[in-house]
């Protein structure tokens, strides 16, 4: 099963987080500031991280950025405050899932099993012969090795990010409304998402496109939704 990393000032918070996920068969490492997730990270192998935004020494935003420099885990945010713009700014920074305090606990171990699934999905499985192969243009995507690349370049995308660009690139050409991509990637009903699909949207432009402003491969259809070009 996987090593999930628990990071929150509220050590209950974090006995409580740690009881329900080790029922369910993980091994939880426990952290209650940014700065000691870091140092949880250098030390051990961790599938999942579950980060709380406000802490002291390092904040949960401000160590996600940290960690997204070299580690492509799922992130999950906890955060007790619920505006749109906290969100957004947690996804803003990496995170691939935020969860508002207070929570249940069976729904937070829902969402970390279902990014666990995702990416599990996206392990690299090392193939030589029969990749499957998906391309427009310069942009191409070997979804055996899990790899992105453009003009050649390999990119590195979240989980969310690359399910999100696979589904486009399989059917390029076709209109993608923001409840279609949440509801094809999240596996959930879509209530009020159009933000949510919207950052991770504009992460994706700012990772494969030279000019995001002015996309080559990912357009967006006004009132409509998101399409990849067929070139």
């Known amino acids: 099963m996987a090593n999930i990393l628990v990071c929150d000032d509220d050590k209950e918070i974090v006995e409580a987080i740690g009881i329900y996920l080790e029922q369910e068969g993980y091994t939880i490492y426990?952290?209650?500031?940014?700065?000691?997730?870091?140092?949880?990270?250098?030390?051990?192998?961790?599938?999942?991280?579950?980060?709380?935004?406000?802490?002291?020494?390092?904040?949960?935003?401000?160590?996600?950025?940290?960690i997204r420099e070299e580690n492509n885990m799922p992130?999950?945010?906890?955060?007790?405050?619920?505006e749109d713009a906290d969100k957004i700014l947690g996804l803003n920074v990496g995170a691939d899932d935020y969860?508002?305090?207070?929570?249940?606990?069976l729904e937070l171990v829902a969402r970390v099993k279902s990014q666990l699934r995702r990416f599990t999905k996206l392990g690299?499985?090392?193939?030589?012969?029969?990749?499957?192969i998906y391309s427009s243009g310069g942009l191409s995507i070997n979804d055996d090795l899990k790899e992105v690349s453009v003009d050649g370049e390999l990119i590195r995308l979240?989980?969310?990010?690359?399910?999100?660009?696979l589904l486009l690139v399989k059917n390029q050409g076709r209109v993608f409304s923001t409840d279609q991509i949440y509801e094809s990637i999240w596996n959930e009903d879509a209530i009020g998402v159009d933000n949510t699909v919207a950052v991770h949207i504009r992460h994706?432009?700012?990772k494969i496109e030279i000019n995001p402003?002015?996309?080559?491969?990912?357009?967006?259809?006004?009132?409509?939704g998101y399409k990849v070009e067929k070139l």
């Open 204 to 206: 994706i432009r700012e």
């Open 75 to 82: 992130i999950i945010i906890l955060s007790a405050k619920s």
């Open 30 to 66: 426990k952290a209650y500031d940014g700065m000691e997730a870091l140092k949880v990270l250098r030390e051990e192998t961790i599938n999942l991280l579950i980060i709380d935004v406000m802490m002291p020494k390092l904040d949960g935003i401000r160590a996600t950025l940290k």
């Open 158 to 165: 979240t989980p969310i990010e690359y399910n999100i660009l």
């Open 99 to 105: 969860v508002t305090k207070p929570f249940s606990p």
């Open 213 to 224: 402003k002015d996309p080559r491969y990912l357009k967006v259809v006004w009132g409509v």
């Open 124 to 132: 690299s499985e090392m193939k030589t012969e029969g990749s499957v």
